[in-house]
């Protein structure tokens, strides 16, 4: 038998793309780790990290696109 080495998901770019791409379609966090991790050997915090930013980048959106007063901060005329 011929062994080879394992190919690792160690690269940002290729994890940030393929976890951006999966959330787009709609897949939740556990199933595009699941899916990731049978795939090939990733690097967890390379993977945190991708949620990270994609999780800032989404607050930041959402923040730009402004949110309605909360009902406490309404002052009486």
């Known amino acids: 038998m011929y062994e080879r080495p394992v190919k690792r998901l160690e690269d940002p ?3 940030s ?3 951006s791409a999966l959330h ?3 897949y939740r966090r ?3 780790e699941s899916a990731l991790i049978r ?7 390379i993977l945190a990290d991708c949620y ?4 800032e980048a989404s607050a930041a959106m959402h923040g730009e696109a402004g949110a ?6 309404r002052r009486a005329a």
């Open 13 to 15: 770019e290729i994890i």
């Open 17 to 19: 793309a393929l976890v």
């Open 24 to 26: 787009k379609a709609g």
């Open 30 to 32: 556990e199933t595009i």
């Open 39 to 45: 795939q090939a050997p990733i690097d967890l915090d």
């Open 52 to 55: 990270r930013r994609l999780t």
């Open 68 to 73: 309605p007063p909360a009902a406490g901060n």
